[in-house]
């Protein structure tokens, strides 16, 4: 690490007023960030890119209960500038190094002393402190420990984001207890949320969540979101649709007051990604750095992974997660031996030997079981509390045969724990559920959150919440656990900090094309410069049965064609990816599958080639330890032609490309499932031509051709 | 048990609307009871005593959150009535057999179907059940199971207690916090909790709690309470100050419904004591039987006991909670052994020894010991989660010598939970806290709940904690723990049900003499017609040192003579008694404490044998299993005569009486401490003379001289 501190300490005028001092700046590469106190004493910043405005001069400051936060003037005690340049290695991810640099400022600030008051009175102090990257800007808020200020609860935050025209955004309502939205791209002035989230009680018209992904006119690409999310609720944007300023809205508590915090304390960091290439925004590692390394020694248990499910076909309406269909169950004293079984029930034993048997056979690590465990029957939207218990399996489902079965097969069945919400019940169950899990041989559970949150009047983006997901990443940790968590808050990089934590939902899903209208054929081509910019997604890609898979509605289709499907795998990067499908789906197609099969999910390096957020994104890895590159590219509803130079690979390597492409005649709309298996022989000097099909894409594996 | 079954199924007129139906009555021995349904479809019950009016006709019903609840004109679908005449014995009690005889009316009712519904439309149904007793009535609304309703939230309880005078009222102000306010007497027209709870922000100015005692100009006593509070928000009275109505006030959730409930569910009963004597309320078992027998198979382990305790010489100030005079701690990455112990810390290993040298010498089984556990140092009144993990001593407290030390001793250490009401963390490890309890030797525990609620915006009054409570009771209960709750809702006889769970707290106990201005006289004259009426509380009587025990504040002093400290073992009856004072201050009145010695906490009998709330009681009680007596007698600020005929001993039996008297010149005020002590061969033709001083009280130990 290369280190220098600057120190440069103001007179401070004790009985003065606040009083206007000189802007403070830091800066590195093509960004430059400004801090400024008015002669008004508020605090503000300002972040340039290039020289061109990125948020222009921005209110800073938080107000608290108590009526005494850091709203009012302040004034300058001091500041201090250091650089930090270092390099380190992620327990899993898109590349194998990443490199940390920046220049920090912080900002020591104090209330100023009303006139006539003593030097030896007690004031409150509030640090904030800048770290400027070459790709843009992280700040926080910090509390330190101080006589004047322990507890105390912050009622709004205001940090503003002023943004000096009026950019396309892409963005979804501000809905405190979901973020499973499709995006509208529009205007900043054009921001309207009331068509689409007309039924969220809390959602307000011009409110959006982060990441919320910008592009101005003159072509800059800026991102607005947060790292390192704990003990705090969730930033949402609050958008002035005349003046395009972003004001903070955090998500509040049941009792109106934002986070309950104690100093020495800190907010999350409020990041803003610019570049004037759009590549760059999904190269950008800002948010990981801003993360706290893993305190984790051990981390070999920790397995980057594929898996199937007993989970589609609930989605499509073929079979369900409840054994019964009666529909007023209480946990305790109901004899689930005695229901009648509905005959539809999914997670049956010999339903789940039939997903390890698939999984044995194409190598995927893990079989996904959900509703095995009983109280189902009634677990959603009736803020109930005592809905699961997570260790008392379903009569059809006999966990010890799984668990001998699975091991046989060298398959692991994952654990699924839905809380419908009710987590004050999960937190009282939640060790013995992790017993239980060790002792049926689970290493890996995924987490769910339908529903409204009990403590009732929390919200799953408030700072309760935003503790609770935290704990669980330990919890599980504690018992070498691994977590995917479903319907929590969007990510925020804590994966950096909690390894085991591969990856949330929290954004709309490949599962919306099962149940409701669908995702529309740029979703996909969003999602990266959005959601994905916090953490990995469980977005469940590999449906090859696109269209008739439900029943009951026959129209129903999901918008991709069949190689989008594989190309997802590349362009939606995760540690965790499941292949989503059903079985006998894939068994009709297994030369395509073939790439599913043969995908990491764990790479050395990863290069955007081509990227344009709404439109297209032509992605390529490296496996982790092996040459081996995977590629990716996806298209919205155009037809394009995407020539890819293969300049990556290693020079002087021939190479086997599969080349997984769209079928001639290949469109969602019209013949999904049209695809052709290429191979040939390339190297680093060849160019390929992909030809992606209305919401197509193509899939592209390299492997070197041994020498003979 | 008698039992017979009539029921009436009146002619149901479908298509009309509401119709006036003959009101339906229910009586035992001297109430009455009868139910109307007015010609508006309103449901209304009125309640007489000796052909008095008790209650006059009053509302039924409840409104739901969806808008479709029962406070709208309902239809009578029939009705049935029966007679219950039964016997059971408590595991621990005043008395060894309980009578519980009583008429049941049980009201069928549903929502009128709206003109032109068909017969087959889904109608919601609701059962109101009345048990009349001869002393009083209770009632409750029962929800059974209906396709027509399964999940629904109670936004009111329209439940009205509608008395015919201006009755003299014994009230607390309406809290949903806290029970812990000195009694007001006034008549209802001068109900004005204003003055009383103006720093409690949910204090509305006719608000009052229950048990609410009242007393009407021709005699009657009544009281209006509730039984058996499980899964639904604590019952608050308001009070119409013009026509002496008091109508229901249920406690909030943070959402401002008032109860979550899945059919088939039931409110608790709704209580109403009443007699033209006194000492019949006292004697009432209403609410008690009113509860549900225990499921508890064994309850051998489960004891009524006396304990003295590491406590008061922290109330007054002499020694501390806390462990270092730290004031901003995280319970996380704190290490206590680096911390500057105070000197003052009070559960230090040498100090409890102290404490069970005493309990070994003096038979007292137990010894609480409170701040033995890291995180006292800023623990209340910060709204902050992570406060105690109950499983962590500080560096002076020996958890494992001092488990050797009091088994050696024949004593145990009874342990200490406070949660700072950050009850979702204490959920979190309560089953942790157990196990190490278990580990240790313990098996009973003193919760606490001071502070606000956490989940945040619930209350410790609302179903969510009710819930808790319960819920508590039942995990002690399955480690075979004991438990005793301060800072709960008070009690509604759920101590039948769970016999583990020995008292609460729950009202202002002895201890605001060590912190406050005190209890007035009066106050234990009127808790066993309030609080008490509930189930037993956790006082912590026993102060002999009743001046000067505050070094900082000595002015202050406790509000009775040391005799009426005495009698309070005996006229508040609780299976778990506290010797509260210190060691010291006892082994100055050692011929005083073996009346504490001596007094059993279990009884096969007792007889009220003078009472009039806010004046005086004398109660004498037959020790479990043997023919011993013990008197307590107490007055309010009033010296009093009390010649007490000792016909309850057995004929032809001498008995030793050791009498325990306020000194000649006792007084509360002047001269606290004198007390003089005789004895004296009594049989059970011999009446006792007793004189109670000012603020004094009388207590008397009665045992059979053996035969020659």
Redesign the interface.
């Known amino acids: 690490m290369r280190y220098f501190l600057l120190t440069l300490l103001l007179p401070l005028s004790y009985q003065s007023n606040a009083q206007a001092v000189a802007p403070l700046t830091a800066q590195l590469d093509n960004v430059s960030l400004t801090f400024a106190l008015g002669a008004d004493g508020r605090p503000s910043y300002a972040v340039t890119y290039r020289g061109r405005s990125v948020i222009t001069p921005s209110r800073l400051g938080l107000s608290f209960v108590d009526g005494r936060g850091f709203d009012g003037p302040l004034q300058l005690l001091g500041s201090e500038v250091k650089n930090v340049d270092e390099t380190w290695q992620p327990v899993w991810g898109e590349v194998k190094d990443i490199r940390n640099h920046y220049q920090q400022l912080t900002v020591h600030l104090r209330q100023p002393l009303a006139p006539g008051q003593k030097l030896d009175v007690v004031y409150r102090k509030l640090d904030i402190v800048f770290r400027v990257f070459a790709d843009g800007v992280g700040f926080r808020y910090e509390f330190p420990?101080q006589s004047a200020l322990?507890?105390f609860?912050v009622q709004d935050e205001h940090t503003e984001f002023n943004l000096p025209g009026n950019h396309k955004a892409f963005w979804i309502p501000g809905d405190y207890d979901s973020n499973e939205y499709a995006y509208t791209t529009s205007r900043l002035s054009e921001v309207n949320t009331t068509p689409i989230a007309a039924i969220q009680e809390k959602a307000a018209p011009t409110r959006v969540q982060t990441p919320l992904m910008l592009k101005s006119d003159d072509g800059l690409y800026i991102n607005i979101h947060e790292a390192a999310l704990v003990n705090y609720p969730a930033l949402f944007l609050n958008v002035d649709t005349r003046n395009f300023h972003l004001s903070s809205q955090l998500v509040p508590?049941?009792?109106g007051?934002k986070a309950?915090l104690?100093?020495p304390e800190h907010t999350p960091w409020r990041t803003i990604v610019v570049s004037d290439k759009a590549p760059d925004m999904l190269a950008s590692k800002l948010i990981l750095n801003l993360n706290e390394p893993t305190k984790l020694t051990d981390t070999g248990w920790i397995q980057p992974q594929k898996f199937v499910g007993v989970w589609w076909e609930m989605q499509v309406g073929k079979a369900s997660w409840n054994y019964a269909d009666t529909?007023?169950i209480?946990l305790a004293g109901t004899n689930w031996n005695k229901l009648r079984p509905s005959g539809r029930h999914g997670a049956t034993t010999a339903n789940v030997k039939r997903y390890i048997d698939f999984a044995a056979k194409h190598h995927i690590p893990s079989v996904l079981v959900e509703g095995w465990n009983v109280g189902w029957e009634?677990w959603a939207n009736?803020?109930?509390?005592e809905v699961f218990d997570f260790v008392t399996p379903y009569p059809d489902f006999d966990v010890d045969e799984l668990q001998r079965y699975a091991a046989s097969k060298g398959v692991r069945v994952m654990m699924h724990h839905e809380t419908s919400s009710s987590v004050?019940n999960y937190?009282?169950r939640?060790?013995?559920a992790y017993r239980f899990m060790k002792a049926h041989g689970y290493n890996a559970v995924k987490t769910g959150y339908v529903g409204r949150i009990i403590?009732?009047?929390?919200h799953h983006d408030g700072q309760?919440m935003s503790?609770h997901y935290v704990r669980t990443a330990e919890l599980t940790a504690a018992s070498q656990i691994m977590v995917d968590m479903h319907e929590a808050v969007r990510p925020t990089g804590l994966h950096r900090t909690y390894p085991n934590w591969l990856a949330c939902e929290s954004a709309r899903g490949n599962e919306f094309n099962a149940f409701s209208e669908g995702n529309r054929p740029e979703h996909e081509t969003i999602l990266p410069f959005t959601r994905l910019m916090g953490g990995p997604m469980d977005y469940t890609p590999g449906i090859f049965k696109l269209q008739g898979y439900n029943p009951s509605v026959p129209e129903r289709r999901v918008h991709t064609t069949l190689v989008k499907q594989l190309a997802l795998y590349v362009t939606m990067y995760s540690p965790l990816q499941m292949a989503a499908d059903l079985p006998e789906n894939y068994e009709k197609h297994l030369d395509a599958f073939q790439f599913i099969e043969d995908v990491p999910v764990d790479w050395d390096d990863t290069r955007i080639l081509a990227a344009e957020p709404g439109d297209y994104l032509t992605t390529v890895r490296k496996a982790k330890g092996k040459d081996e590159w995977y590629l990716g590219a996806i298209t919205d509803e155009q037809a394009r032609q995407q020539p890819v130079p293969l300049n990556f690979l290693t020079p002087g390597v021939r190479y086997e490309a599969i080349i997984y492409a769209d079928g001639k005649q290949a469109d969602w709309q019209r013949n999904p499932t049209a695809y052709q298996i290429t191979k040939k022989v390339v190297d680093a000097k060849s160019t390929l031509q992909l030809r992606l099909a209305p919401g197509g894409g193509a899939a592209v594996s390299f492997k070197p051709i041994a020498a003979r």
């Open positions: 420990a322990t507890y609860a508590a049941a009792t007051a309950y104690q100093a529909t007023n209480k009634d009736n803020w109930k509390e004050t937190e009282r939640q060790e013995d403590p009732r009047g929390e309760w503790n």
